[in-house]
């Protein structure tokens, strides 16, 4: 799957490893990253990964992956 960071780039990420998904709430301020970040993805390795897609987006993504 690939998504895009919020300066653009593609970063890939195996579905089987993605452990939990962590949105962005639009109604305040982003605390974790920049406002740009709407999802933040938790890997197995216990690494975060943000993106600039929504999590609805992310997670149907991996849906369709599986």
Known sequence: MVFH???GHEV???PKQVTSL???KD???NKYYTED???IIG???GKLI???EHCDVV???IEEAK
């Open 5 to 7: 960071t919020v300066d």
């Open 12 to 14: 890939s990420i195996n």
């Open 22 to 24: 962590r949105a962005a």
């Open 27 to 29: 109604d305040e301020p």
């Open 37 to 39: 970040v709407r999802c």
């Open 43 to 45: 890997l197995t390795d």
């Open 50 to 52: 943000t993106v600039s």
């Open 59 to 61: 997670r149907q993504k």
